[in-house]
T-cell receptor
């Protein structure tokens, strides 16, 4: 089992460019999440998908869109990147939307916006 | 806004010593979870404590929860160099799986 995989590992964008971060899990989990991690800020939830076909905003959704392509895949899109979106992005999954389930994290994508 | 604040921000101890880190939060919770993050890696779940529990153990980990003080502590006994990592508390305020993470404690265990 690969667990949660993310691509790319690193990315540098210019302001205004767009890109999609990919995430896939092979644990047959129903719920998936996107977080960003900034120095001294911990992780903040951007969007989540409780189950296939549903998506909801988290704490910091502005400037992002998501697609739950199927049960395995959950992508995060930056339509017009801004320097404030420089961060490390983590995808996670859990068995179900219950808060009693642990979340499994991918290795992260380090994004720099110039 | 951050739900959890961890204290201390950084902790340096020698191998074999115990490490204690604390987490305070602001609103009522359903449960509290602790995660570990090794440098440059994703987070790994360590332990979950429910709001009606006061203490929980898992191997060398001991977690306490005081809902009246809105605080939790994570104790790692007999620390090893491999325990060097950042530790985060995360709170769940409802039945949904949205977690709010604290700012983390960086633990350095030296030989």
């Amino acid at each position: 089992n690969a667990g949660v995989t993310q691509t790319p590992k690193f990315q540098v964008l210019k302001t205004g460019q767009s890109m999609t971060l990919q995430c896939a899990q092979d644990m047959n989990h129903n719920s998936m999440y996107w977080y960003r991690q900034d120095p001294g800020m911990g992780l903040r939830l951007i969007y989540y998908s409780a189950s296939e076909g549903t998506t909801d905003k988290g704490e910091v959704p502005n400037g992002y869109n998501v697609s739950r392509l199927n049960k395995r895949e959950f992508s995060l899109r930056l339509e017009s990147a801004a320097p404030s979106q420089t961060s490390v992005y983590f995808c996670a999954s859990s068995e179900s939307p219950s808060s009693y389930n642990e979340q499994f994290f991918g290795p992260g994508t380090r994004l720099t916006v110039l | 806004s951050q739900q959890g604040e961890e204290d201390p921000q950084a902790l340096s101890i020698q191998e074999g010593e115990n490490a204690t880190m604390n987490c305070s939060y602001k609103t009522s919770i359903n449960n509290l979870q602790w995660y570990r993050q090794n440098s440059g890696r994703g987070l790994v779940h360590l332990i979950l404590i429910r709001s009606n529990e006061r203490e929980k153990h898992s191997g060398r980990l001991r977690v306490t929860l005081d809902t009246s003080k809105k605080s939790s502590s994570l104790l790692i006994t007999a620390s090893r160099a491999a325990d060097t990592a950042s530790y985060f508390c995360a709170t769940a305020t409802g039945t949904a799986s949205k977690l709010t993470f604290g700012t983390g404690t960086r633990l350095q265990v030296t030989l």
